[in-house]
């Protein structure tokens, strides 16, 4: 089992900055892969990022390329998301998610999940 806690969600202004940060509790966090999904109202869980064991791989969506940034520090058994230049189209809960297959981006793939941080970006 991994425990995953997200935090760091918040209310913030178009154009402004968020960084959410997820906590790994529970089995070796270095073993798995991590990634951000996002939930909007009435819309599916979509994936976000993704970022391998080591850290040295990373995948994002089309959508937020140049503007997030995945990062995990194993020592401290920590996965981060610094999101920049946020759009009201980025308003959705945020999760932290963790998975044995390489930088997967399905949903499906992924064993454990967090609560999910709320993301608000006013217009």
């Known amino acids: 089992q991994v425990q995953l806690v997200e935090s760091g969600g918040g209310l913030v202004q178009a154009g402004g900055s968020l960084r959410l940060s997820c906590a790994a509790s529970g089995r070796t966090f270095s073993n798995y892969n991590m990634g951000w999904f996002r939930q909007a109202p009435g819309k599916e869980r979509d994936f976000v990022t993704a970022i391998s064991w080591s850290g040295d791989t990373t995948r994002y969506v089309d959508s937020v390329k140049g503007r997030f940034t995945i990062s995990r520090d194993n020592a401290k058994n920590m996965v981060y998301l610094q999101m920049n230049s946020l759009k009201p189209e980025d308003t959705a809960v945020y999760y932290c998610?963790?998975?044995?297959?390489?930088?997967?981006?399905?949903?499906?793939?992924?064993?454990?999940w967090g609560q999910g941080t709320q993301v608000t970006v006013s217009s």
């Open positions: 998610a963790a998975t044995n297959l390489w930088l997967a981006t399905s949903r499906g793939n992924y064993a454990y």
